[in-house]
């Protein structure tokens, strides 16, 4: 069963005749699962409880924090109803913010199909999508060297959740920060920038 709103690139798993959808209960089911989010993932919904008076969307929208990194940004599910049914805007450290995902579901799910996905937005020029395909090219090829445990983490999270997969996950996060709708203005009034940077994969000099 497609996703409403992402034709042809999210696939819900199916149980009978019902889309699964990864609630926070699920995931805190499980110490190993959370554990791992963290670790893998650094989606870390222990740092959720941080203070969050700082933050301030504008246009002004209820949020919740789902969760926190190790370098100090959050992500927060925004809008009204359900909580994992809210979109979710990542607010960086370093000043920039953006929708990520429509749902909690589909953020764990890009997450493990995109573990390098910082990249991807840091080396976009902009916010072209080819652009983030180079990226993606010589990002999976440096992850997979330098972090050999992740695929066994990814499966153990992946069958713990249900996680659904994504055809074209590339696009997915493309299409979702192009659809951002709101974002964080710091206490001096400054809003953050969009996550999508100006640079490109060969202004990296370890990627030829």
Same mark, same amino acid.
């Given at each position: 069963m497609q996703q409403a709103g992402s034709p042809l690139l999210f696939t819900y798993?199916?149980?009978?005749? +019902?889309?699964?959808?990864?609630?926070?209960?699920?995931?805190?089911?499980?110490?190993? *699962?959370?554990?791992?989010? /963290?670790s893998q993932c650094d989606f870390d919904l222990g740092r959720a409880a941080r203070d969050s008076s700082w933050i301030k969307l504008l246009p002004e929208k209820s949020f919740m924090v789902l969760a926190g990194e190790s370098s100090g940004g959050v992500f927060l599910a925004y809008g009204e109803g359900e909580i994992e049914r809210r979109?979710?805007?990542?607010? @960086?450290?370093?000043?920039? !913010?953006?929708?990520? !995902? /429509?749902?909690?579901?589909? &953020?764990? !799910?890009?997450? &493990? /199909?995109?573990?390098?996905?910082? =990249?991807?937005?840091?080396?976009?020029?902009?916010?072209?999508l080819q652009e983030m395909r180079r990226t993606a090219g010589f990002s999976e090829q440096d992850f997979a060297e330098e972090y050999a445990e992740f695929p066994a983490a990814r499966k153990r999270i992946a069958d713990s959740l249900l996680v659904p997969a994504i055809a074209d996950? *590339?696009? +997915?996060?493309? =299409?979702? *920060?192009? !659809?951002? =709708?709101? @974002?964080? *203005?710091?206490?001096?009034?400054?809003p953050y920038e969009s996550l999508f940077h100006h640079f490109k994969s060969s202004d990296n000099p370890g990627w030829t």
């Open positions: 798993r199916t149980e009978g005749c +019902l889309s699964i959808m990864i609630i926070l209960a699920d995931i805190k089911k499980s110490q190993t *699962v959370m554990d791992e989010l /963290a979109p979710v805007l990542y607010v @960086s450290s370093e000043g920039h !913010a953006g929708r990520i !995902a /429509a749902n909690l579901t589909e &953020l764990i !799910a890009m997450m &493990l /199909a995109l573990p390098y996905w910082r =990249d991807l937005l840091k080396f976009s020029d902009r916010g072209n996950p *590339v696009r +997915l996060l493309h =299409d979702c *920060v192009h !659809a951002t =709708d709101c @974002s964080v *203005v710091a206490e001096d009034g400054w």
